[in-house]
């Protein structure tokens, strides 16, 4: 037989059967019941990962059959984002007592912020009964919101630098291409004391197409003006655009050159005064230029 220390302070189970009653249900997809902050932005995040996942997938299956199709996939998913996060939002304006039209403000630039930093009342009020504990995974999902955020400002900052990086280096390319061009019109100049009026009187074959690169397609000369064409495997910001190096002849018959938007050498002139500009022939923003190729 067991035996009991007589002294013992006595043991019971004193939870109440209805502890789970205290709290009310979570259901994701409905406008009514409480949902806390944590599991706003928790619930939040996660939801919103797996629909735009599944959304981007059924887009890009949907567009295998027709450019509409993908479309309207693509606004259906986005359908269903927006009323998740709207029937959340009216769950955290339950949490804080307040009325579920308080979710419109999330069409508000920062009106987030308000369901992310006001508290839910404590205990039951007009709307039911407190929201459960946070789970682990509710807390993990919510950690997860920092990193995003940060994450998307990095990116927001860093896809568009590097887009143009790639691109000047597309263009670079072009010049790089060019020099040969160059080279054959300072020679031509030389031997004629005029500006080559194209490829054939600069000793150079032909075809523009005949210097073609990666992403350059041809490489010209008119009067003396070397006409870099970017082709269609270049970025469409360059595509089928034209960047014009012209040449100048300093006072002591040096051949000089002016790239694209930058500035006419100081103490040359033109070498065919006839010919345009190279910055009207040039079609290129000046933030895909190299530094020398702008204004």
């Not at 189970?13 to 209805?18: G, P, S, T, Y």
């Not at 061009?181 to 004391?193: C, H, L, M, Y």
């Not at 009026?197 to 150079?204: I, Q």
Request: glycine share 8%; net charge negative; charged share 15%.
């Amino acid at each position: 037989m067991e035996s009991r220390n007589p002294y013992a302070a006595p043991q019971a189970n004193v939870a109440r059967a209805d502890d789970a009653a205290e709290y009310g249900e979570v259901r994701l997809f409905s406008p009514h019941g409480r949902i806390g902050r944590v599991r706003y932005i928790g619930y939040s995040m996660g939801l919103s990962i797996v629909v735009l996942v599944v959304a981007s997938l059924a887009t890009v299956a949907a567009s295998t059959v027709s450019a509409s199709a993908g479309a309207i996939v693509g606004v259906f998913g986005y359908v269903v984002l927006l009323a998740v996060q709207f029937l959340l939002s009216i769950q955290r304006s339950h949490d804080m007592n307040v009325t579920g039209w308080l979710s419109l403000i999330t069409l508000i630039p920062f009106g987030l912020l308000v369901f992310w930093l006001v508290p839910g009342t404590r205990g039951e009020n007009n709307y039911g009964k407190p929201p459960p504990p946070n789970t682990a995974a509710a807390i993990v999902l919510a950690c997860l919101l920092p990193i995003v955020f940060i994450g998307g400002i990095l990116a927001a900052i860093a896809i568009p630098a590097y887009q143009d990086y790639t691109i000047r280096a597309q263009v670079s390319e072009g010049l790089s291409l060019a020099a040969a061009a160059k080279a054959a019109v300072a020679d031509s100049f030389e031997r004629t004391g005029a500006a080559p009026a194209d490829r054939l009187a600069a000793g150079m074959s032909r075809e523009a197409t005949d210097s073609a690169g990666v992403y350059v397609a041809s490489v010209d000369v008119d009067h003396g003006t070397v006409l870099v064409q970017y082709g269609s495997n270049a970025s469409s910001m360059i595509a089928g655009r034209l960047l014009a190096l012209q040449p100048y002849v300093s006072g002591d018959e040096e051949v000089v050159w002016r790239c694209a938007l930058g500035t006419p050498p100081a103490g040359a002139v033109a070498m065919d005064r006839g010919a345009a500009p190279s910055d009207v022939a040039t079609d290129i923003d000046a933030r895909y230029l190299p530094s020398a190729c702008r204004p």
